[in-house]
């Protein structure tokens, strides 16, 4: 159901005529997804920001992490981001090697990203961090970073997939300009999540 | 709109790696200052540089850009409903 709309598919055959809210069935579906999951981001994070407050002794960040290596992973997304935006924006000229290739950027940039996740979940957890433990203070600390981070991390591996597919159709012409813009818009909702997790976590 | 649409693209090619650099800019920014309103404001800006560019939201029907910020209002009220009873002021 999801591979029809990403893949765009039906948007490159015929697309719909804009409705009540402007813009193509896909599209709005696309972003009544991005809505929900954002929402569903914002009730893990509320809940994180809850217990943070309220907890006497929050793991100390500086102790924890080094903020230099998170900056590059920051800078990672950002910049697959824009690769991302310059896809769309290629694709939409009929350039399709240029979508495919800043596609294809934008999915090596999400693995770059993943790889250092996994270093730094590695680091963690040889530090001694677990969902339950941690040596820093309080115990929900660990359940909170892993599930968020983790859920962030997750919606990245699947968006390395949907963008690979995507890089796919749009060289053999299958998706249009319409299916690589839906493909786009979960990247950078992705990236926009990455934003709100890198403030709450590794900055406040 | 399709008239224009070639001139469109031609711009954008720009505007999104601008957008691309005051990001980054902002990040740099965000990591050396740590006061809480402020990382809370660098937060929001990002959010609309992403949202507004990359997303295309500035190009769409404002039913659609209300719709998306509600939503997200609605995820900072769950945090602000919850957070008088945590027994520590927010700011």
Request: charged content about 10%; overall charge neutral; proline content about 2%.
């Amino acid at each position: 159901m999801n591979s029809t709309a990403v893949t765009g598919h039906e948007a490159a055959t015929h697309e719909s005529e804009p409705g009540f809210y402007g813009t193509s069935w896909q599209k709005l579906m696309m972003w009544w997804f991005i809505i929900g999951d954002a929402i569903l981001f914002g009730s893990f994070l509320a809940a994180y920001g809850f217990s943070r407050i309220s907890a006497v002794n929050w793991p100390d960040r500086t102790q924890m992490f080094s903020l230099n290596f998170i900056t590059v992973m920051t800078f990672t997304l950002i910049t697959s981001s824009a690769t991302m935006a310059t896809a769309v924006a290629a694709s939409r000229r009929g350039d399709r090697k240029a979508a495919f290739n800043f596609t294809m950027a934008t999915a090596v940039g999400g693995l770059a990203f993943l790889g250092m996740q996994a270093y730094e979940w590695y680091h963690l957890i040889h530090n001694g961090a677990r969902m339950d433990t941690n040596p820093w203070g309080a115990p929900a600390f660990g359940a909170y970073f892993f599930a968020i981070t983790g859920f962030h991390g997750s919606h990245v591996a699947s968006g390395v997939l949907i963008l690979l597919i995507t890089a796919w159709n749009a060289k053999r012409g299958k998706s249009g300009p319409e299916g690589v813009e839906l493909t786009g818009l979960y990247w950078h909702f992705v990236d926009l999540v990455w934003v709100f997790v890198f403030g709450c976590f590794y900055l406040i | 709109m399709s008239d224009t649409h070639a001139a469109h693209v031609e711009a954008s090619y720009r505007s999104y790696w601008i957008a691309w650099a005051i990001l980054l800019v902002l990040t740099l920014v965000m990591i050396s200052i740590s006061t809480k309103a402020f990382l809370i404001g660098g937060i929001l800006l990002k959010s609309v540089i992403i949202g507004a560019w990359f997303m295309h939201l500035k190009h769409e029907r404002a039913i659609l850009i209300w719709s998306v910020v509600a939503g997200i209002l609605f995820a900072g009220f769950l945090f602000l409903v919850i957070h008088f009873d945590a027994g520590t002021s927010l700011l």
